[in-house]
């Protein structure tokens, strides 16, 4: 199996309900979190994905990548926030509790806690992309972006993209070793500008064979009536279940608790400083 | 009267792109359930006439259509390329391209899910299709994991879940070694006797398409049908070669007997040709098999070893030697290594212990690009290889790299380009040049920088029979003139036959036999075990009582080279 996002047969209940429900669930849960600035309501979200990641039976070193990838950004972002707008906290929280420094470089537990609650949106999405990407099979997961609205040539994009990229990977091996051979030189041997010329050569025999590639692909699949019906039914699709259902209507739920305190709060801070 | 399935009157088509039509007044019907070749060296129309019946043409290459096309008594240009795949299913060459789900069930399933037919219906006919095609097993898996034949055989399972009563293949030998393709041959027979189908095959191994019983064969040259009758008539006339098509090769084998080919009754058959007559005639021609003269040790490969990972060793002390001037051809079954050992020897890869010699010095320490200066490989697309977009600065640029000085590149292109037959066309953008165009190209590319040793990579693969002659003189000169060492990484029956001097057998890694070609292919257990078939010569042979077929393989190759 095709396993670029890590999808691997689990034998887990988040493995078995379907992409549809997990895509609606997903989306759900990180539109309210993105939404909510309330600290309590954020960090029980961490724990809830944390949790489900858990039960998903998903190795660390399957993930440790993608976890370090988004954190080296999580930090990133978080210091230029620091750097550009030292005060946001102070105008968002409209009151003003000095830490330490001065004039610009003014730190505030309001600054402070601001950036704490986007860390923490951090710590709930990641598990819980995770979780999507890693127990749903690539096809049925455009299946389910079918199913929620997503027009099926796009969906289907996605599952072919996954198809080929392998192809495109062997490919670019060949291609590279052959180049080398006629005395491109891209190994650490050679200068960074030497480098950088060489793998411009093989830049342009990947898109020759992968121009060909795709006027084949196209080809094959309308003769086999790809784009014919205004709607396709999916192989890889699985009926609905109860498990289902209920992960729906858990991820409603958890979005309600979301809104009610955004009318709560007065809007989508949850401020302890007043 | 049964009404033709498929009925051409007049037809003449031109791309819009082109000036000239490709193909000139076109007459043809074909009836249901008849197996029909379509034969035709490269440019001679046939995969234009494909593009016809399956109606990419007009709806994915534009062009301007006269005459009546007729499919089912309806007429092909009216209708939309959904409505006739729905009634002549098509099989492209290249089984891996064409392989769009991503697993075996999925691509099954393609057309049905385009069909927006319910999913328990596409299970169940998914299931039945990929049984009747042994894939039953297979379903989950991804294309890499499958084997060239398999891919094929998920083609056609994707195409006949339409039911459809005919199908389209075009070129189904191109990605098969010839194990597989006769596999695949037999398959497309069974089908058409079973399922009462109607079996349109484009294709120029004439050789391996006989084998599947095929009732008419249409031949092809620019764009015009010069021949339409059945295998037996068409061979009598002798009009295969006439056209850029090599004939079967115990066909070869009986006209260098001098037997009357023209009146032999049943000639397409190698198993029903009545040649009891002709034993004595055939037997004479028998010519001993040249043995191995070359001396010269040029490189030498001493207890390699070498693994992707742990668990699917390689190669576990391989140890052979290439001689000076020698033409090689290694074979062996899909994965057994072949490539592998070629990439060890341009230094692609590198070995976990053993040593590669060359000229007695040991290469292992030298880069990619240093060997490349002593051994050229010459990929198997070509595509994969050219970088330039003119013909003269794709194989100057090796020499420019290596800061050789003006006039000496000059020179030296020049002249290379001159043996390619290229020299006049050295402006020329590369896009204008045909496939056969390309890979000469990319042979010059490599040749440029002196190789003495040349290992190319299924060089005929996608050629015709008149192409590969003229690489074929081609490479014989320069293993000639420069004394070249040439290993040829090859499927290609007649390439084996008919070019190579010594053949070695790799199958798993290990050296199963270092042969003459002759011999290898009349030893039916080497064949099978390289994934190779007996050639016709061989059933010929086993037929009169013939002992010792490699003898009369090597006739037919002293036949070929005479050419």
């Known amino acids: 199996m095709n396993n670029l996002f890590g999808y691997k047969q689990r034998d887990t209940w988040l493995n078995r309900a379907t992409g549809t429900a997990k895509l609606i669930g997903f989306l759900t849960l990180t539109t309210i979190g993105m939404i909510s600035y309330d600290t309590r309501f954020l960090i029980v979200l961490s724990l809830l994905s944390v949790l489900l990641m858990k039960t998903a039976k998903i190795q660390y070193q399957e993930y440790a990548l993608m976890l370090k990838f988004v954190l080296f950004f999580a930090i990133i972002n978080l210091v230029m926030i620091t750097i550009l707008a030292p005060q946001y906290g102070v105008r968002l929280y409209g009151t003003n509790h000095v830490l330490f420094g001065s004039g610009y470089w003014t730190i505030t537990e309001e600054q402070l806690f601001y950036e704490f609650n986007l860390l923490i949106k951090y710590f709930f999405s990641l598990p819980l992309a995770i979780i999507l990407l890693f127990t749903t099979n690539p096809s049925e997961f455009a299946a389910g972006l079918n199913k929620i609205g997503v027009p099926y040539k796009i969906a289907y994009a996605f599952a072919i993209t996954l198809r080929y990229i392998p192809d495109v990977q062997s490919d670019y091996r060949t291609i590279s070793l052959a180049q080398q051979a006629r005395g491109y030189e891209i190994s650490k041997k050679a200068s960074i500008l030497a480098r950088s010329r060489g793998a411009v050569q093989i830049i342009m025999p990947l898109v020759f064979t992968s121009l060909n590639r795709i006027d084949t692909i196209s080809q094959a699949m309308e003769l086999r009536r790809f784009g014919r019906e205004k709607q396709r039914s999916w192989y890889q699709e699985q009926v609905f279940s109860r498990l289902d259902i209920l992960i729906i209507v858990g991820s409603i739920i958890v979005g309600f608790l979301g809104i009610t305190l955004l009318f709560v709060n007065n809007g989508r801070l949850y401020n302890p400083f007043k | 009267m049964v009404a033709p399935l498929i009925d051409f009157q007049h037809v003449t088509f031109k791309y819009h792109a082109q000036a000239e039509a490709t193909l000139h007044d076109i007459s043809f019907q074909i009836y249901p359930g008849e197996k029909v070749l379509i034969a035709g060296a490269s440019g001679s129309g046939k995969t234009t006439l494909l593009r016809l019946l399956n109606g990419l043409i007009p709806q994915a290459y534009a062009g301007d259509i006269t005459g009546k096309l007729e499919l089912n008594g309806k007429n092909i240009i009216d209708q939309t390329l959904f409505d006739l795949s729905l009634q002549a299913g098509t099989v492209l060459q290249d089984s891996d391209a064409q392989f769009v789900g991503l697993t075996v069930a999925e691509d099954v399933a393609f057309a049905l899910e385009n069909d927006h037919q319910p999913v328990d219906k596409i299970k169940s006919k998914v299931a039945k299709w990929a049984s009747r095609f042994g894939l039953g097993e297979r379903l989950d898996l991804a294309p890499q994991m499958l084997s060239g034949g398999q891919k094929q055989r998920t083609a056609m399972a994707g195409v006949l879940v339409d039911d459809g009563k005919l199908l389209l293949f075009d070129e189904p030998l191109a990605s098969l070694d010839p194990a597989a393709g006769n596999v695949a041959m037999t398959m497309i027979n069974r089908l058409q006797v079973e399922r009462d189908l109607t079996v349109v095959i484009i294709e120029h191994r004439i050789e391996e398409v006989l084998r599947a019983d095929v009732d008419r064969i249409i031949v092809m040259a620019d764009g015009k049908i010069v021949a339409n009758d059945t295998p037996t008539t068409i061979i009598q006339s002798g009009i295969l070669p006439?056209?850029?098509?090599?004939?079967?090769?115990?066909?070869?084998?009986?006209?260098?007997?001098?037997?009357?080919?023209?009146?032999?009754?049943?000639?397409?058959?190698?198993?029903?040709?009545?040649?009891?007559?002709?034993?004595?005639?055939?037997?004479?021609?028998?010519?001993?098999?040249?043995?191995?003269?070359?001396?010269?040790?040029?490189?030498?490969?001493?207890?390699?070893?070498?693994?992707?990972?742990?668990?699917?060793?390689?190669?576990?002390?391989?140890?052979?030697?290439?001689?000076?001037?020698?033409?090689?051809?290694?074979?062996?079954?899909?994965?057994?290594?072949?490539?592998?050992?070629?990439?060890?020897?341009?230094?692609?890869?590198?070995?976990?212990?053993?040593?590669?010699?060359?000229?007695?010095?040991?290469?292992?320490?030298?880069?990619?690009?240093?060997?490349?200066?002593?051994?050229?490989?010459?990929?198997?697309?070509?595509?994969?290889?050219?970088?330039?977009?003119?013909?003269?600065?794709?194989?100057?640029?090796?020499?420019?790299?290596?800061?050789?000085?003006?006039?000496?590149?000059?020179?030296?292109?020049?002249?290379?380009?001159?043996?390619?037959?290229?020299?006049?066309?050295?402006?020329?953008?590369?896009?204008?040049?045909?496939?056969?165009?390309?890979?000469?190209?990319?042979?010059?590319?490599?040749?440029?920088?002196?190789?003495?040793?040349?290992?190319?990579?299924?060089?005929?693969?996608?050629?015709?029979?008149?192409?590969?002659?003229?690489?074929?003189?081609?490479?014989?000169?320069?293993?000639?003139?420069?004394?070249?060492?040439?290993?040829?990484?090859?499927?290609?029956?007649?390439?084996?036959?008919?070019?190579?001097?010594?053949?070695?057998?790799?199958?798993?890694?290990?050296?199963?036999?270092?042969?003459?070609?002759?011999?290898?292919?009349?030893?039916?257990?080497?064949?099978?075990?390289?994934?190779?078939?007996?050639?016709?010569?061989?059933?010929?042979?086993?037929?009169?009582?013939?002992?010792?077929?490699?003898?009369?393989?090597?006739?037919?190759?002293?036949?070929?080279?005479?050419?």
Do not use: C
Request: aromatic share 4%; net charge negative; hydrophobic share 40%.
């Open chain 2, 242 to 563: 006439e056209n850029g098509l090599d004939e079967p090769l115990f066909v070869q084998l009986l006209r260098k007997a001098n037997v009357d080919v023209a009146t032999l009754a049943n000639v397409a058959d190698v198993n029903s040709v009545d040649v009891q007559a002709y034993k004595q005639v055939i037997e004479d021609l028998k010519t001993p098999v040249i043995k191995q003269v070359k001396k010269n040790k040029k490189l030498v490969i001493k207890d390699l070893v070498f693994n992707y990972d742990d668990k699917h060793p390689i190669f576990n002390g391989l140890s052979t030697a290439i001689y000076q001037g020698e033409i090689l051809g290694i074979v062996g079954k899909n994965g057994s290594g072949k490539t592998t050992l070629s990439h060890l020897l341009t230094g692609f890869l590198t070995p976990e212990s053993g040593d590669i010699l060359l000229d007695g010095q040991s290469l292992l320490s030298q880069s990619i690009k240093e060997r490349a200066d002593n051994i050229g490989y010459v990929l198997q697309n070509p595509n994969h290889m050219i970088t330039k977009s003119t013909v003269y600065d794709e194989v100057a640029s090796g020499l420019v790299l290596r800061e050789v000085d003006a006039q000496e590149i000059e020179t030296r292109t020049r002249k290379v380009l001159k043996l390619v037959d290229l020299d006049s066309m050295r402006h020329w953008p590369i896009s204008a040049l045909s496939f056969g165009q390309k890979k000469r190209l990319t042979i010059a590319a490599v040749l440029v920088l002196d190789p003495q040793v040349l290992i190319l990579d299924e060089p005929t693969a996608g050629q015709d029979a008149t192409h590969t002659s003229e690489l074929l003189n081609f490479l014989k000169e320069i293993n000639k003139t420069a004394n070249t060492t040439i290993i040829i990484i090859t499927h290609d029956m007649h390439l084996l036959a008919n070019f190579v001097s010594r053949a070695l057998v790799i199958v798993d890694g290990t050296l199963l036999a270092d042969t003459t070609p002759s011999e290898l292919l009349a030893n039916a257990t080497l064949v099978e075990a390289a994934s190779l078939r007996t050639t016709s010569i061989y059933q010929l042979a086993s037929r009169l009582n013939i002992d010792q077929p490699e003898m009369l393989n090597a006739a037919i190759v002293h036949h070929s080279t005479t050419i």
